[in-house]
């Protein structure tokens, strides 16, 4: 999954927030240089990516873009399941879309000097560019992709993906909303059942 699920996923609790977000940079067991409730939000981070990469709807979902974009095609998927998430959010939150992307910049904007400079990387050009408003639309769905492709260091056509993913549309939207609440639930159980005070 990508940013924006990472975050709703966190379910507005601020240090698995921060946790969710470090966990794209924070490899092996450097998470256990962070306090207790951050560490929860890395290792809560991994297990969503665990879950998502091995579940078979997800790999659904990859298949149709594995002709032409082989082993981009899991990328592409995190990305277009934020576009989805964002265009059902009133299925799944109750906060306003517009609300949750501020407090979520406003969160990372408050830690930011606390972050390693990897990560401030991230949040600077997250808040710079709107990574959360690109993914709502089409358009920015393509403009992130082409951007991931860009920097990248192996050959690929990621900018090319938009009449597949057009295509693919309803499939791909039946996909992520059979999975998405297996994943939530997922969520609501790992944190539940590891994370008890």
Not at 1 to 25: C, P, R
Not at 69 to 83: E, L, S, T
Not at 128 to 145: A, C, H, P
Not at 152 to 180: A, G, W, Y
Request: proline share 2%; glycine share 4%.
């Amino acid at each position: 999954m990508n940013f924006v699920a990472h975050q709703y996923l966190s379910f507005e609790n601020k240090s698995l927030q921060i946790g969710n977000l470090l966990g794209e940079t924070v490899k092996g067991k450097q998470y256990l240089n962070y306090d207790d409730d951050i560490q929860k939000g890395i290792l809560l981070h991994r297990s969503i990516d665990t879950f998502t990469d091995s579940h078979e709807i997800v790999k659904q979902s990859s298949s149709y873009f594995h002709e032409t974009q082989h082993k981009f095609a899991p990328i592409i998927i995190d990305v277009i399941y934020d576009y989805f998430l964002i265009k059902h959010w009133n299925n799944f939150s109750e906060t306003p879309f517009e609300k949750f992307k501020s407090d979520c910049y406003q969160l990372f904007e408050n830690e930011y000097d606390s972050f390693q400079k990897k990560t401030q990387e991230i949040i600077f050009y997250l808040i710079k560019y709107d990574w959360f408003e690109n993914y709502s639309t089409i358009e920015g769905v393509q403009k992130t992709l082409k951007g991931i492709g860009s920097r990248t260091k192996f050959q690929n056509n990621l900018h090319q993906i938009i009449p597949e993913f057009e295509r693919n549309f309803s499939k791909l939207e039946n996909d992520f909303l059979s999975f998405f609440p297996l994943l939530e639930l997922h969520c609501k159980n790992f944190i539940s059942f590891n994370f008890q005070e």
